[in-house]
Structure formats: structure tokens, C-alpha cells
């Protein structure tokens, strides 16, 4: 199949919508990411990398996404090239400060979960008399995880002795 087939055939299994093409086929787990299956193929691969490939845009170890507002356009026109790094730094531009440290609380949170330490042993962490290195081999973490609960990098402290701590929170 030739590019310019190829370009058609996808633009077919499209809803022209002002001039974005929202891809009516399926989609990744994600939900974000148009995929289909290559004609005369099996191989499932995403639209947009097959339509940048197409029009001979190198796309070799580099990530494609939309720059519309449709998740489902896979116009050519509104489709960029990037490595991933690039595309992390555009996604962290367009959030907000707030919302980036909710979503950083439900991380941690999520972490803590399924974590080792329970806010009941940093307590007892932080109060014991034993070596740092005797009191990982006796709770089954590594010496760095003990340091860092010591220096608060990791369960650090909630800032209540301060009387204008959470007076600037967003």
C-alpha cells in the first residue's frame, strides 16, 4: 500500500470534525491512543506513527501525540514528533501548580500502600537508640531507606510546630 492509500484509507475510518480527523476505530487501554490494524496485516500499530511515517517523518525512538484539543485527532497537520522528555516537559507546562501537588499526594499516598514502612514504624524509627544498619536488617529495608527517614527525603514530617505552616498552600 502506498502512502497516499495509506493516508486515505485512514482519513475513511475518520469523522471530520473542524478540521480535525477524530479516529472512529479503536484505541489503546489509555484511551487516548488511535491503533488499527495495518491492511493486509495483523500487526496492530498506532495511527499516528504510521501517518507520520507516511509522509517520510522520521519517528525512530521518538514518541508522536496530538497538539489539538482532540485526543482522537490523528490529523497529519495537528500530529508532532518528539522524544519522550520533550513531551513531559510540554504536559507539565499546561498543568497547574496545584494540580501537580494533588497529583503528587495521591502518589505518594498510592505508594505508601503497598510500602514496608507504616507511619507507626518511622515513629519507632525515628525514637530508636539501635545503629541505623542493625535496625534495616531488623525491619527488612536497606540501610539508605533508614537515612532517609532520619533526614526527611523519605515520611517526612508534617510541619506542626509552626504556626504559619499552611498558610500558603494552594
Known sequence: MTPQELIKHVESRCRDDAGCWVWLGCLQKCGTTPVMKLPGSRKVVQ????LMEAKGVKVAGKVTTYTCESPRCVHPDHTAVMTRG??????????????????????TERRRRT???????????????????????YL????????AVFTGRSWAEPATSNPFAGLFRL
Open 86 to 107: 520533550e513531551l513531559q516537559s510540554r504536559t507539565n507546562r499546561n498543568i497547574s501548580r496545584a494540580v501537580r501537588l494533588k497529583r503528587n499526594k495521591l502518589i
Open 47 to 50: 495511527v499516528r506513527r504510521v
Open 140 to 147: 527488612g529495608v536497606r540501610r539508605c531507606t533508614i537515612d
Open 115 to 137: 510500602a514496608k514502612l507504616t507511619p507507626e514504624i518511622v515513629a519507632l524509627i525515628r525514637q530508636s537508640p539501635m545503629p541505623r544498619n542493625l535496625l534495616a536488617r
